[in-house]
């Protein structure tokens, strides 16, 4: 029996919330880079706002797609790009959702990936959009290759915060109070 391809996936935007006016108008964020890794492949696919297509093929292709907060972020940013209806045609694992249904509220990823993995991001959506405004200013590739960077490190974080989570049927969290949880999961 062959493998389930999983592909872990993210993305980084143009704009912010406040550019775009509001948390509704997602589908007018614009992707700056977005970042896989697939099982099957063994690597990490980066693609160009122009190769989102591509990008929607290998998300449909999946067996499981897996990220955190995709189906009510990352998903809606790449709509208006892909003709798929890409909520509707992936089998998807949104960790931060399932979280939340089991404890009430929502988690960040660094907090689990802190408790659970002992590191966490390496930066955070702002300085994307900082890079990308840097980028558009004076063309220069460097800051894109940093958006690059750090999106495909959130990729490894997600994924191997979901490996963890496969290993040991739980999680760690940092609780409203400092402490550290662990939440029981079972995502096999």
Avoid at 20 to 27: E, I, L, M, P
Wanted: glycine share 8%.
């Amino acid at each position: 029996m062959a493998r389930k391809n999983i592909v872990y996936f993210d993305l980084e935007t143009q704009r912010s919330f406040g550019d775009v006016g509001g948390f509704s108008h997602k589908d007018k964020m614009g992707v700056s880079v977005a970042v896989t890794y697939s099982t099957a492949r063994g690597t990490y696919e980066i693609y160009a706002e122009n190769e989102m297509d591509k990008l929607g093929e290998e998300l449909v292709r999946a067996d499981l797609v897996v990220g955190w907060n995709h189906l009510q972020f990352d998903y809606p940013v790449l709509q208006p790009y892909v003709f798929h209806t890409l909520a509707e045609q992936t089998i998807n694992l949104d960790m931060m959702l399932e979280l939340e249904t089991l404890l009430g509220f929502r988690l960040k990823l660094d907090s689990v990936a802190s408790a659970s993995l002992g590191t966490g991001k390496s930066a955070d959506g702002l300085d994307a959009l900082r890079w990308w405004q840097e980028h558009k200013k004076t063309g220069d590739f460097a800051p894109l290759r940093r958006i690059a960077e750090y999106c495909a490190f959130d990729v490894k974080v997600t994924r191997c915060v979901h490996e963890y989570a496969l290993a040991h049927g739980l999680l760690k969290y940092d609780d409203k109070s400092g402490r550290t949880a662990e939440i029981a999961v079972n995502w096999a």
